[in-house]
């Protein structure tokens, strides 16, 4: 069976935070679910699109929906640790891109994961993708397109 490998280019990474493996995040193998995993993904890309002035979802209904999440374990993370999201985007089209994750843990740089989240703009009124708002890839230097 094939296994999948996410690397991503280090420059594209433009945003990191820290955030704390809850109590409730742990799963009955005692380390961090992969449910909560998700939820903290979804967490950082919140993170990230709100420092970089994105809204999900604007007033107008539109937006960005995930379109696919792909995700690699490579160590357990355990209730209290805090967590680097370093996060970044690559991959754009005239619709989206990718929004990339690696997730590390400071205090011994263990790489706990790896992480691609596939999005689009959206019409949540006309329920259509949509294409780029062209003022949306000038917030990242560094991003590459896809033909």
Known sequence: MARL????PEDQYCFNTLLT???????????LGNDSMISM?????????FEFGITET??????IIVTDLATTYKAEAHARDQL?????VMD???YGGDITFR???PVDGVLVAMAKSGFVFFNYQ????IAMPAEFPGKFAKVNWLA
Not at 5 to 8: A, E, G, H, S
Not at 126 to 129: D, I
């Open 84 to 88: 680097l999201f370093e996060v970044g």
């Open 58 to 63: 604007a007033a107008d209904g539109i937006g």
């Open 103 to 105: 997730i590390t843990r």
């Open 21 to 31: 493996v809850r109590v409730t995040d742990i799963n009955a193998a005692k380390h």
């Open 41 to 49: 993904i979804s967490e950082a890309r919140a993170l990230f699109f």
């Open 92 to 94: 754009f089209n005239p």
């Open 126 to 129: 006309s329920l259509k993708v």
């Open 5 to 8: 490998t996410l690397q991503f």
